[in-house]
């Protein structure tokens, strides 16, 4: 799985991303804290587009694990709250879990965190386009 998480996604392996849950719905990815991912060199924090690719990268896996058959997706939306800042030399762990799954669309909620959820560095709520039948073509209106 980690594999393919990471062939699939050269942006993943970039970054060096490691899938570290996966369950139906259910994704945990943990960052390795390197120097070139940090934002400002001063202070050595994560730089936030990272934090946001990492968030984005789990919230997209948590869907792929609860999508049956296995479909394409792309983001629609990813509304992420920074609550403070990630620690200069710690990895940032990320999980996101599926709340509801639809035809087309699936809504994920995440936290980003040093190890402890509940002292989240950020938490998020994205929704997933789910495209059908392999083509992406976007799904009538109600």
Request: charged letters at 15%; glycine letters at 8%; hydrophobic letters at 45%.
């Amino acid at each position: 799985m980690n594999a393919a998480f990471t062939t699939n996604v050269p942006w993943n392996a970039a970054l060096g991303l490691e899938l570290v849950e996966a369950e139906a719905g259910v994704a945990t990815i943990r960052l390795p804290y390197r120097a070139e991912l940090v934002g400002n060199p001063e202070n050595g924090v994560l730089h936030g587009g990272v934090v946001s690719s990492v968030v984005d990268a789990t919230c997209g896996a948590a869907v792929f694990l609860g999508v049956k058959p296995l479909r394409p997706i792309a983001t629609l939306d990813l509304r992420i709250d920074y609550l403070r800042a990630a620690e200069p030399g710690r990895d940032l762990l990320c999980r996101a879990r599926c709340t509801r799954i639809t035809t087309h669309v699936a809504f994920v909620q995440a936290v980003a965190h040093h190890g402890d959820p509940d002292h989240p560095v950020a938490t998020a709520a994205a929704t997933f386009m789910i495209f059908q039948g392999g083509q992406r073509t976007t799904p009538k209106a109600p």
